[in-house]
């Protein structure tokens, strides 16, 4: 039997997801960010489902190691580099990329004898201000890195969009200028060979001029829009994620019923309730509102009363056939992830990245079979 918190993953769909970046982006190769476990579905599961990219991208130097270990064998990047001699010989012996950001990297470098051992990306600051080098120090640091035996040449290039997820702000038109200004003005003898990088998703998707060398697709993988105003699917994404559970219990309230903890929904008229059996434990968020939706074998209903830690709880409305052992949707077909975002105030990253561990994963293709166990 289907343990009462399950999360069903199309894997088929992570493979069109990278079709459509492909679309957007025809001469880009695809560095496919699979950091913080594979975005909440499992780091190795969308490596391997994730095989039509090109590289791949990770935060830390452990996740690159993992990768490494179960026979990955794609350009890895590590998008926050090392942060000690001990993690720069982690990045040797498993041959992957570091983006370099601080002077501290740069320190660790011109320690080294060795020839030609690590692929690296040179970052510049365009106006995110949180890891690389500001425009003004760039020429510098990249003249001394050009020195170091161990880096191989040519050095490569990356930015981060820090508000490419709304179309009407200049700062990203800014931050690219930027970009390509200090890399012609700055360093005018780079060859076709340097590689650069500066989108994201929403860069891939909004931003023609962000569209270079490689480009860094994130949560448009998992088929979930960057952009707060559309859905992966009006996108023509395909999500990935949906997470489910069933009814528990069903009873009657009436008039003046208080539901959940502090008692803060209540019931205005008779109504039927409905108790799920997901909460903040399984990463359902906490503060989604009073009449966030649920779907109840398919149908619409309406989140009422706090979440709780394993339970939430539903106004099925006066007629219904619903009953205990009922499927429950809480994003999925027919119930986007990004609504679901919105009703709580957060963005769709923090829900499948929050999916906790007693949630059991199914792979679509037995979700059939383990559905009628």
């Known amino acids: 039997m289907m343990p009462a918190a399950y999360a069903v993953l199309d894997l088929e769909a992570a493979a069109h997801n990278v079709e459509k970046v492909r679309a957007y982006a025809p001469n880009a190769r695809i560095m496919a960010v ?32 993992r990768l490494r270990k179960a026979g990955i064998e794609k350009r890895i990047v590590v998008l926050e580099g090392f942060t000690c ?18 002077l501290v990297q740069v320190d660790v470098f011109e320690q080294r004898t060795e020839f030609g051992q690590i692929a690296i990306w ?3 600051d365009t106006g995110m201000n949180r890891l690389g080098f500001k425009a003004n120090e760039f020429n510098a640091v990249y003249q001394r890195l050009n020195q170091c035996s161990i880096i191989s040449q040519p050095i490569n290039f990356m930015t981060h969009l820090a508000n490419a997820d709304d179309k009407q702000d200049p700062i990203t038109h800014k931050q690219i200028s930027l970009f390509n200004d200090t890399l012609a003005t700055l360093i005018p003898k780079l060859e076709s060979l340097n590689e650069r990088s500066i989108a994201n998703s929403a860069g891939i ?19 979930i829009s960057p952009f707060a105003e559309s859905t992966g699917g009006q996108l023509g994404l395909k999500p990935i994620m ?14 003046g019923d208080k539901v959940g903890y502090s008692g803060s929904w209540v019931c205005e008229k008779p109504t039927t309730l409905g108790v799920v059996a ?21 149908q619409r209903v309406s989140l009422i009363g706090r979440v709780s830690m394993d339970m939430i709880t539903v106004d099925l409305g006066i007629n219904t056939n619903a009953k205990p052992g009922d499927p429950v949707t809480l994003w999925g ?7 679901i975002a919105l009703c709580a105030d957060t963005i769709p990253y923090t829900l499948v990245c929050g999916v906790t561990q007693r949630v059991k994963i199914v792979e679509k293709s037995g979700y059939d079979k383990t559905n009628q166990d």
């Open 34 to 65: 699979i950091k913080a476990n594979g975005y909440g579905h499992g780091l190795l599961r969308i490596a391997g489902a994730l095989q039509n990219a090109d590289a791949f991208a990770v935060a830390r130097v452990d996740e690159g190691i």
């Open 85 to 102: 001699p001990e993690e720069l010989e982690e990045l040797l012996h498993y041959q992957l990329d570091a983006v370099v950001h601080s």
């Open 122 to 124: 040179l970052k510049l």
């Open 205 to 223: 998707l909004a931003w023609q001029e962000a569209l270079t060398d490689w480009v860094r697709p994130g949560v448009m993988l998992y088929g």
């Open 242 to 255: 949906g997470l489910h559970s069933r009814l528990i219990a069903v009873k009657q309230i009436v008039t």
């Open 278 to 298: 997901i909460g903040y434990g399984d990463g359902y968020p906490r503060y989604a509102k009073a009449g966030t939706p649920v779907l109840v074998n398919g």
């Open 333 to 339: 077909d027919g119930l986007s992830v990004e609504e």
